[in-house]
């Protein structure tokens, strides 16, 4: 039998402490995934509703008080519940639900905003590029977008004799100047290094327009478009309150005369929804754009 007394027993080798780091990193990975979204989730969602709380709480007080004549969020809910259990309601004439009220006006703010956007994005690259533009219209521009929206409400009435393109006027004439503004600010913005290296490689003005200049002020130029949609918003729910017809606007106008308070309070809760919707989607497809633009 062979001498084993010199030989050293075997002794298992524990794993380094980066082998045992992976081998645990990888088996608690999802979960660590799964804690953190948990936590952005609740961190996004529990503050406001904690604050909406609060502030339907401290409604509830000061409208149960003999003083006020505002009715308590309860009383809305019941007062109301016709109209929040059935949005869709269709009738004759002015006699529909508050979706069919909302679709009238966002029509009608798809119409004037989609103008606005054209007209700024195109008026807005023109004062951007050319001094003799800016010195030209600039001025007149400054006196025109410190009119009221409304103020333009007559004179597209005596101008169309008609309500619907009276009312998208209005909604163009307000959404446009922040658009055009911001659009400009962003051209004169280029950087001077980017306009010589396209005179250098000697660009076409189509080629300098789409690989220089749309991904240089598509972040101000978003910025304006989201500031306009805003400004539609609120301008149409202002002129359908003149012009009548359906639409949100009007619908509140009639509560109004018809002193259905709680059934503005509604309509207020989704015009502020469509709104924060609006902006969203405005700041969404901002994102896209521009996240396209850089890949490019």
Same mark, same amino acid.
Do not use: C
């Given at each position: 039998?062979?001498?084993?007394?010199?030989?050293?027993?075997?002794?298992? %080798?524990?794993?380094? =402490?980066?082998?045992?780091?992976?081998?645990?990193?990888?088996?608690?990975?999802?979960?660590?995934?799964?804690?953190?979204?948990?936590?952005?989730?609740?961190?996004?969602?529990? =503050?406001?509703?904690?604050?909406?709380?609060?502030?339907?709480?401290?409604?509830?007080?000061?409208?149960?008080?003999?003083?006020?004549?505002?009715?308590?969020?309860?009383?809305?809910?019941?007062?109301?519940?016709?109209?929040?259990?059935?949005?869709?309601?269709?009738?004759?004439?002015?006699?529909?639900?508050?979706?069919?009220? %909302?679709?009238?006006?966002?029509?009608?703010?798809?119409?004037?905003?989609?103008?606005?956007?054209?007209?700024?994005?195109?008026?807005?690259?023109?004062?951007?590029?050319?001094?003799?533009?800016?010195?030209?219209?600039?001025?007149?521009?400054?006196?025109?977008?410190?009119?009221?929206?409304?103020?333009?409400? =007559?004179?597209?009435?005596?101008?169309?004799?008609? #309500?619907?393109?009276?009312?998208?006027?209005?909604?163009?004439?307000?959404?446009?100047?922040?658009?055009?503004? #911001?659009?400009?600010?962003?051209?004169? #913005?280029?950087?001077?290094?980017?306009? #010589?290296?396209?005179?250098?490689?000697?660009?076409?003005?189509?080629?300098?327009?789409?690989?220089?200049?749309?991904?240089?002020?598509?972040?101000?130029?978003?910025?304006?478009?989201?500031?306009?949609?805003?400004?539609?918003?609120?301008? %149409?729910?202002?002129?359908?309150?003149?012009?009548?017809?359906?639409?949100?606007?009007?619908?509140?106008w009639d509560a109004w005369n018809s002193s259905r308070i709680s059934d503005i309070i509604v309509a207020l809760v989704y015009v502020g929804l469509v709104g924060i919707v609006l902006d969203r989607l405005t700041a969404f497809?901002?994102?896209?754009?521009?996240?396209?633009?850089?890949?490019?």
């Open positions: 039998m062979a001498d084993l007394a010199g030989v050293q027993p075997l002794v298992p %080798i524990a794993p380094e =402490p980066a082998t045992v780091h992976r081998l645990e990193t990888g088996s608690a990975r999802s979960s660590r995934r799964a804690k953190a979204a948990g936590g952005k989730f609740l961190s996004a969602i529990v =503050p406001p509703l904690v604050t909406l709380t609060l502030l339907i709480g401290v409604w509830e007080l000061l409208a149960s008080s003999g003083d006020s004549s505002l009715p308590t969020p309860s009383r809305v809910v019941v007062e109301s519940w016709e109209i929040i259990a059935q949005p869709l309601h269709q009738g004759k004439g002015i006699d529909q639900g508050l979706f069919w009220h %909302i679709a009238a006006s966002l029509q009608r703010v798809a119409f004037g905003f989609a103008l606005a956007a054209v007209a700024g994005v195109a008026l807005g690259v023109l004062l951007g590029q050319s001094r003799i533009a800016t010195r030209g219209l600039d001025p007149i521009f400054q006196v025109f977008r410190t009119v009221p929206p409304l103020a333009w409400l =007559p004179l597209s009435l005596a101008a169309f004799r008609d #309500n619907q393109p009276s009312a998208i006027f209005v909604i163009f004439i307000t959404a446009v100047w922040p658009i055009l503004i #911001n659009t400009s600010v962003g051209v004169r #913005n280029i950087p001077a290094d980017y306009r #010589n290296v396209a005179r250098v490689i000697q660009l076409s003005p189509a080629e300098y327009f789409l690989k220089v200049m749309v991904p240089a002020t598509v972040p101000h130029m978003f910025t304006g478009l989201r500031i306009g949609i805003g400004l539609s918003w609120l301008a %149409i729910v202002a002129a359908e309150m003149l012009i009548g017809g359906v639409g949100i606007g009007f619908f509140i497809a901002g994102h896209l754009v521009t996240r396209g633009t850089a890949s490019t």
